[in-house]
């Protein structure tokens, strides 16, 4: 017998009795590992409910934010929206309800009261409730002009900010700097324009009226000068009109679906006829009515007791119900508006969407000096993104044939004065130019930069921004070496965007 040595019969009974530990052991664990197994199925199956319970909240919250204010329409289309993601309102235990949130917010619950499980409900379980929220807010077009409940001059009270709004006749040369109005193209007008204009449209301008809510006061909308009326030496007086125009103005009340204010206008919410003072709307032919508008405010509408609302004004020169548009009208039509609440406490805000028609004269002027203007309101919502700012035809002026020569440039500033970086191009152009301080020169040598043309300029908004009383981006045009007798005056067109999504999911803290 050799010590040390393990007799091969113990070694198989010892084999043997872990095999019988292994497989007790096995068995008693196999059953809550079974357990294991089936809750992470049902964890798994609940997870992916939720999902797409969550997606269905927030696709029915995007369709229906968009007809905000007008809440039914708003929980008619998020309700639909979610029965097509297939959550249908009552049936199979699921709810959905909708709800405003604010002024531009709209929040949809979706909630499933019965959620199934293939192992939980075996071992004694209930099925569980599931729910979701969804909020979307629309966000509005970039406003447009500036913060006053006036948009240009009024010589009645010495308010100057060197400029009025404007539109042109439908026959007149788009480089005249009206990209809109015109049905001709560049360097041509009259009748058969060749070429013809690609960019026009008969809707002409939308302006806003935007009303708070206010208790038992009463609205009036006036125009400065409404008609057309020509002043000879028309850049360096009164509102430089010039031409033959036919113009319409246009109160309409607000429309349910303030993303797409075009489909408002319609004889459905126009004010014609339905104010307390004034018409609601006007037709001036080219020259009418002298005595009534020239060089003088008259009421277009006035609203008692007016409810909140965004109150659009449309102007227009061409498609005019009882003028017909002819070779003639080839002259620009200059006028100011006013809204006013009567009574002491907050005024309207009067701005335009989407795009503004300005005739920007300086007259009397010369040397060398600047002029600043509101350009667009941008709103802290929109850090991070990118503000696209657009000019038609910048940097028109005359300047004498011998003596120096004026250059015009122009400057982006940001809110409080600070200037801004930016990248800019002539629409169409295959790059952009980058610029550490934004400012562009648009005329030099007697010769405009961007004559008949678009000039883009995309500017970073910081994702630092951050504004409180003051939000309003402005343009500060610096003029040089501008002879006595010539000084600047421009018709141009200004349009800014944010570049972006109108429409966008938020974050709610519930």
């Known amino acids: 017998m050799r010590f040390g040595h393990r007799p091969r019969r113990r070694v198989l009974a010892t084999q043997r009795s872990e095999r019988g530990y292994v497989l007790v052991e096995f068995a008693l664990l196999l059953v809550p590992l079974l357990l294991m197994a089936g809750l992470s199925v049902d964890v798994g199956s609940w997870y992916n409910r939720a999902s797409n319970i969550q997606k269905a909240a927030d696709a029915a919250a995007l369709a229906g934010g968009v007809w905000l204010p007008n809440e039914t329409k708003a929980a008619e289309a998020a309700i639909v929206a979610a029965e097509r993601n297939g959550f249908e309102n009552g049936v199979d235990n699921v709810s959905v309800s909708v709800e405003r949130v604010g002024e531009r917010r709209l929040r949809v619950t979706i909630a499933d009261g019965r959620v199934e499980s293939f192992f939980f409900q075996s071992l004694g379980g209930r099925t569980i409730a599931l ?6 807010e629309y966000i509005l077009p970039v406003p447009l002009g500036s913060p006053e409940n006036r948009l240009g001059n009024d010589p009645a009270t010495g308010f100057n900010p060197r400029l009025w709004a404007s539109i042109s006749a439908p026959y007149t040369d788009k480089a005249n700097g009206d990209p809109f109005a015109t049905k001709c193209g560049v360097g041509d007008s009259g ?41 000879s030496d028309y850049p360096r007086v009164e509102t430089a009109d010039n031409g033959d125009v036919n113009t319409q103005f246009e109160l309409f009340r607000p429309d349910p679906t303030p993303l797409d204010p075009y489909d408002g206008l319609t004889s459905t ?13 006007w037709r001036i032919g080219n020259e009418a009515s002298s005595g009534t508008y020239k060089n003088r405010w008259v009421t277009l509408c006035t609203i008692n007791n007016v409810p909140e609302g965004r109150y659009l004004m449309q102007v227009k020169s061409s498609g005019i119900t009882g003028y017909t548009d002819t070779s003639a009208q080839s002259g620009w039509n200059q006028f100011s508006i006013k809204a006013n609440l009567s009574g002491a406490g ?32 941008i709103e802290p919502i929109h850090r991070g993104k990118t503000l696209e700012i657009s000019l038609f035809d910048p940097g028109d002026g005359t300047d004498p044939n011998s003596g120096t020569a004026s250059t015009y440039r122009m400057n982006v500033l940001k809110p409080g004065g600070a200037t801004s970086s930016c990248a ?57 070496n501008i002879t006595t007798g010539y000084s600047p005056n421009d018709r141009t067109v200004w349009a800014a965007r944010i570049i972006g999504d109108p429409v966008h999911l938020v974050e709610e803290d519930l």
């Not at 005739?359 to 350009?375: K, R």
Request: with cysteine.
């Open 269 to 281: 919410f126009s004010m014609s006829g339905s104010c307390n003072g004034g018409l609601g709307r």
């Open 131 to 136: 729910e979701r929220r969804g909020t979307a």
């Open 424 to 480: 800019y191009q002539t629409r169409g152009a295959a790059s952009f130019t980058n610029l550490a301080t934004c400012s562009i020169v648009t005329r030099q040598s007697r010769s405009n930069a961007y004559n008949g043309q678009w000039l883009d300029i995309q500017l970073p908004i910081p994702d630092t921004y951050a504004c409180t009383t003051d939000c309003w981006w402005k343009i500060r045009y610096d003029f040089q």
């Open 346 to 377: 907050v005024q309207p805000s009067l701005y335009t969407i989407g795009d503004l028609s300005l005739f920007n004269n300086l007259p009397g002027t010369s040397g060398t000096f600047s002029s600043t203007f509101f350009l667009a309101e």
């Open 191 to 231: 009748n058969g324009c060749s070429p013809a204009n690609a960019e026009y449209r008969s809707s002409g301008y939308l302006y806003v009226v935007d009303v708070p809510a206010v208790s038992n006061r009463n609205l009036t909308v006036q125009i400065y000068d409404a008609g057309n009326y020509q002043r």
